[in-house]
């Protein structure tokens, strides 16, 4: 990995003199326990690690950029893992009328589910622990959608638009050869309220459907969350979800104490119903410009089943 991450470097740095190019990334690590798996050491506690570079350049009254993100993770060897850009990989041209992205990018679906979540959607978070929310999986499992190209418009009174399409994707996908998502986005102070509808399908089968509505405000001595969605799998006799999240975060000075709940009901037309509820709590204190600290925990209940629990600790470092 390191020889890799030189060699792009390199590359970046060559190219200086023609974009505005920037090199960065993050790591971060701890030491965490979960009642299914014990306790161990790993990456990716409060945010995941990542190595990235992006650039830009203005001309003839339009910005041309790239940026290509990967994750680093805990190899299946023991060692660390560079895994390649499939955070983020996208050429984008934008100019007054709006920006047009092609490439492996996020979808306005994820981008509206991150708005809801007070614990960041970390280790810890209560989201990715129940059912409809993790239909925030794009066409790559990770929410977001490779070969994709994508439209966003020009903030307009606090409003924006985006519109995403990856059709006919070949190669390994997460059950969505067929990938597409619109998003409506609304910024105004204090107040954030994003929608985005989704539709799933792969190689003419059933068509899954996703909405969700998403809103968090600042009040100054907290910033509230919260949020709705609902899925439809598409199958006959398949799951209908619903769920909800609420959450809160409360500064300390420069520390900051998250919490956040969630719910879910899936319905079937056969058989019984599941529900499921999680809960997680997330503290944060900066320990330098770059240095953030974490504690984290947080519980699933599904069904008759015993609740699976998550604590850990660790350092998230920018760079």
């Given at each position: 990995?390191?020889k890799?991450?030189?060699?792009?470097?390199?590359?970046?740095?060559?190219?200086?003199?023609?974009?505005?190019?920037?090199?960065?990334?993050?790591?971060?690590?701890?030491?965490?326990?979960?009642?299914?798996?014990?306790?161990?050491?790993?990456?990716?506690?409060?945010?995941?690690?990542?190595?990235?570079?992006k650039?830009?350049?203005?001309?003839?009254?339009?910005?041309?950029?790239?940026?290509?993100?990967?994750?680093?993770?805990?190899?299946?060897?023991?060692?660390?893992?560079?895994?390649?850009?499939?955070?983020?990989?996208?050429?984008?041209?934008?100019?007054?009328?709006?920006?047009?992205?092609?490439?492996n990018?996020?979808?306005?679906?994820d981008?509206a589910v991150?708005?809801?979540?007070a614990?960041?959607?970390?280790?810890?978070?209560?989201?990715?622990?129940?059912?409809?929310?993790?239909?925030?999986?794009g066409?790559?499992?990770?929410?977001?959608?490779?070969?994709?190209?994508?439209?966003?418009?020009?903030?307009?009174?606090?409003?924006?638009?985006?519109?995403?399409?990856?059709?006919?994707?070949?190669?390994?996908?997460?059950?969505?050869?067929?990938?597409?998502?619109?998003?409506?986005?609304?910024?105004?102070?204090?107040?954030?309220?994003?929608?985005?509808?989704?539709?799933?399908?792969?190689?003419?089968?059933?068509?899954?459907?996703?909405?969700?509505?998403?809103?968090?405000?600042?009040?100054?001595?907290?910033k509230?969350?919260?949020?709705?969605?609902?899925?439809?799998?598409?199958?006959?006799?398949?799951?209908?979800?619903?769920?909800?999240?609420?959450?809160?975060?409360?500064?300390?000075g420069?520390?900051?104490?998250?919490?956040?709940?969630?719910?879910?009901?899936?319905?079937?037309?056969?058989?019984?119903?599941?529900?499921?509820?999680?809960?997680?709590?997330?503290?944060?204190?900066?320990?330098?410009?770059?240095?953030?600290?974490?504690?984290?925990?947080?519980?699933?209940?599904?069904?008759?089943?015993?609740?699976?629990?998550?604590?850990?600790?660790?350092?998230?470092?920018?760079?």
């Open positions: 990995m390191k890799t991450l030189i060699a792009i470097a390199a590359l970046a740095a060559a190219g200086a003199s023609f974009a505005q190019t920037t090199v960065y990334g993050k790591v971060d690590a701890g030491l965490f326990n979960t009642t299914t798996g014990g306790t161990a050491v790993g990456f990716g506690g409060y945010e995941g690690s990542r190595f990235g570079v650039a830009q350049e203005a001309a003839g009254g339009m910005t041309y950029s790239i940026q290509l993100e990967g994750s680093v993770s805990d190899g299946a060897d023991g060692q660390a893992t560079f895994v390649g850009f499939n955070r983020t990989a996208t050429l984008g041209v934008a100019g007054s009328m709006g920006a047009l992205t092609i490439g990018q996020w979808t306005p679906f981008n991150w708005t809801a979540d614990t960041e959607y970390s280790k810890f978070t209560s989201l990715k622990a129940t059912t409809a929310w993790n239909y925030d999986v066409n790559t499992g990770m929410g977001n959608a490779k070969s994709s190209v994508q439209y966003t418009t020009p903030v307009v009174n606090g409003f924006q638009g985006i519109v995403l399409s990856a059709p006919n994707v070949a190669g390994n996908t997460q059950g969505a050869t067929n990938y597409s998502g619109v998003g409506v986005n609304y910024g105004n102070g204090p107040l954030v309220v994003n929608f985005a509808t989704q539709a799933m399908s792969s190689n003419g089968g059933p068509t899954a459907n996703s909405n969700v509505l998403a809103v968090n405000y600042d009040f100054g001595a907290a509230a969350y919260g949020g709705v969605i609902n899925t439809d799998s598409g199958t006959i006799g398949g799951g209908k979800d619903a769920s909800y999240t609420v959450g809160v975060a409360v500064p300390f420069a520390d900051s104490l998250r919490v956040s709940y969630a719910g879910n009901k899936t319905s079937y037309t056969t058989g019984a119903d599941l529900t499921s509820n999680a809960w997680a709590a997330l503290y944060l204190k900066p320990l330098s410009k770059a240095a953030m600290g974490y504690a984290g925990m947080g519980s699933l209940s599904a069904g008759s089943a015993s609740a699976v629990n998550t604590t850990g600790v660790g350092i998230r470092y920018n760079f």
